[in-house]
């Protein structure tokens, strides 16, 4: 493609660019009012800024009427603010142009006689980011867009026909709506020239900051590759994987050189194929025209590895909308049914963040929870269902584990036996949905918390909760208890602190890792076992599972009862203490009949210093 002009605007800090004569070419620029018209301007760093509120298009000729606009696009990447390249550049009204519509999506739009843009394609599954070049080029009646070198969209490009547009021979730039400062930078590094056609190949893109599911019981996953190919009929389809390493670096996957696709498909300018890709990322992936005749690339990097889902009610919406936390680990994505971005909740983060550390690959979340919903709301048949079955067929089709946040809504109007089956309805839809075994597919419990000022429920409404999710998750294979939720920070009634989702968080994060076997000790913590009553004491051993049993603080355990009629009424407890890796309860006097004890009972028991278990 032959270049015809360049332009790294050098020159006097704020000259306009109306008027600029480079290599024997000037700059011509068109706008509503004159202001508009000297918008773009050169800045102190020798780049091109905005000015212009109504919008500014600078045009300089191409030399022929197929030809090509290419810059350094600064932004800012927003369709609030547009700036774009331009072909068949007429004037403002009447063009052609290319710009950003969100940091992940591309328009390409014509503008015939209007200041309303039409809308040709939205390109998205994109990683844009400030400074990449892009190239929008014209030939015939059809035009093609390159971001970073690769083209986007389909390889045969898109229809633009319009008799405005008819033997335009000169390419720009076009930029609007400058805010206060102005758009500043918005272009550098421009070039126009010419075009001629060759083979062509594109790839179809798997997502920007996408992570694929791996395969069941695999360290990989086959994708299905499509896209198109124009100007000739390739022989076959190649593909090649590359690794970012280094920000904006991209080295050869070791065993993933060009190779022919799997299954291939090709015809009436479409190709299909498989391809191979193991856990990890960042991602790009390359395909060409078998011996090399052509080349296209995904634009935006994607991984492959762990996707979950965080399910329940507004406590596990907090996983992901709580503030602050740590800032999330770059391989790691949440997925809100159009977009794969980094987690921004506290809870999300740290639960992903802790995840990737333990399996050592790319992590992602989806969160499905609503906020003060029943249990039953959730299951196959419920609204609930069909929108947590959208979002499956969105991210792909395939999790491999499910954690679960709910309960309270259930606190007083709930048998252990209806809980319990909701929770095998819950967990059969999704194992059915994913077609995954209970061992492919895991379903973590977080057991339900508690409601200070005991508003919400019964206590014998909260306890039946607590104890169907515990019984529950023991006798299923696939499930388990996560963790305990009833000691973590509160921030109201019902909600957790932002400290609260952290922990519940990293607790998720432990017992997922433990339950793929990277981890031998889960977040559940230490278990109540086998009381005994000597004199007015009540010894109860605690099961370690794995930690080193502890007091929190200082002075008596808190959150134990003991009753000898079936909590009929409750005996006094004078102190309750960890003696030897047992609790010890001393009663004020000596108990007639069966004692029986319990822990952590109702709505809203006493957890200042609890037993517990620190992870050697």
């Known amino acids: 493609m032959p270049q015809t002009f360049a332009d790294d605007f050098t020159g006097v800090a704020d000259a306009v660019l109306n008027g600029r004569t480079v290599g024997g070419k000037s700059w011509s620029c068109a706008g509503t009012f004159t202001a508009d018209v000297q918008g773009l301007k050169i800045n102190a760093s020798g780049q091109l800024k905005n000015m212009s509120s109504n919008g500014c298009l600078g045009r300089i000729e191409a030399g022929a009427a197929d030809h090509y606009a290419q810059a350094k696009v600064h932004g800012p990447l927003t369709a609030s603010v ?112 010419t075009v001629s056609s060759g083979p062509l190949v594109s790839v179809d893109e798997i997502g920007a900051r996408r992570i694929v599911q791996r395969a069941k019981g695999a360290t990989s996953k086959v994708l299905r590759l499509t896209g198109t190919y124009a100007n000739g009929t390739p022989t076959g389809i190649e593909w090649r994987l590359e690794q970012e390493l280094t920000p904006g670096t991209f080295t050869l996957v070791p065993g993933r050189d060009w190779s022919a696709v799997g299954s291939p498909s090709l015809g009436s300018g479409a190709w299909a194929g498989d391809a191979d890709v193991p856990q990890g990322g960042w991602y790009r992936l390359r395909v060409r025209w078998a011996g090399g005749a052509a080349e296209g690339v995904t634009a935006g990097k994607f991984g492959v590895g762990v996707v979950l889902v965080v399910d329940g009610q507004s406590n596990a919406v907090g996983l992901g909308s709580s503030a602050g936390g740590d800032t999330a680990d770059d391989l790691t994505s949440r997925f809100d049914g159009s977009l794969w971005a980094l987690p921004t909740g506290a809870g999300e983060k740290a639960l992903a963040n802790a995840l990737r550390g333990y399996l050592g690959v790319p992590v992602a979340v989806t969160n499905l929870g609503v906020g003060a919903t029943a249990i039953a709301s959730h299951v196959p048949g419920s609204s609930n269902w069909t929108a947590k079955m959208t979002r499956l067929a969105a991210i792909g089709g395939d999790v491999e584990g499910v954690l679960w946040a709910q309960g309270e809504a259930d606190g007083g109007s709930t048998t252990l036996a209806a809980y319990k089956t909701a929770l095998g309805q819950l967990y059969d839809g999704w194992r059915s949905a994913t077609a995954r ?180």
């Open 437 to 616: 075994s209970s061992g492919q597919l895991r379903f973590l419990i977080g057991v339900t918390g508690r409601n200070v000022g005991s508003t919400s429920g019964t206590d014998a409404g909260w306890q039946t909760v607590r104890q169907a999710q515990v019984e529950w998750a023991d006798a299923t294979a696939g499930a388990a208890i996560s963790h305990h939720a009833i000691d973590l920070p509160m921030a109201d009634d019902l909600h957790y602190t932002s400290a609260g989702y952290q922990e519940a968080g990293r607790r998720f994060a432990r017992s997922y890792a433990a339950a793929r076997g990277a981890l031998s000790v889960d977040a559940r913590g230490p278990a109540a076992a086998l009381a005994t009553v000597i004199g007015n004491e009540v010894w109860v051993g605690l099961s370690a599972r794995g930690t080193v049993v502890g007091a929190a603080g200082a002075g008596a355990l808190t959150g134990w009862q003991a009753s000898s009629n079936d909590f009929a009424s409750l005996l006094t407890i004078t102190d309750a203490a960890l003696v030897g890796g047992a609790v010890r309860l001393t009663l004020a006097g000596v108990p007639a009949g069966t004692v029986k004890v319990r822990h952590l009972y109702g709505r809203e028991p006493a957890v200042g210093n609890l037993a517990g278990g620190e992870i050697a």
């Open 82 to 193: 547009p700036v774009a390249l331009a072909v068949r550049a007429v004037d403002q009204l009447n063009h052609i142009g290319m710009r950003a519509w969100t940091s992940t999506q591309v328009e390409i739009y014509k503008r015939v006689g209007s200041s309303t843009s039409q809308r040709v394609v939205l390109i998205g599954g994109l990683s844009l980011v400030a400074g990449q070049t892009w190239k929008l080029q014209i030939e015939g009646t059809t035009v093609k867009a390159f971001v970073g070198g690769t083209q986007i969209g389909v390889a045969g490009g898109y229809d633009v026909a319009d008799a405005v547009f008819s033997g335009i021979t000169k390419a720009g730039l076009w930029a609007s709506l400058a805010p206060g400062g102005g758009t500043d930078p918005a272009f550098d590094d421009f070039e126009a020239g």
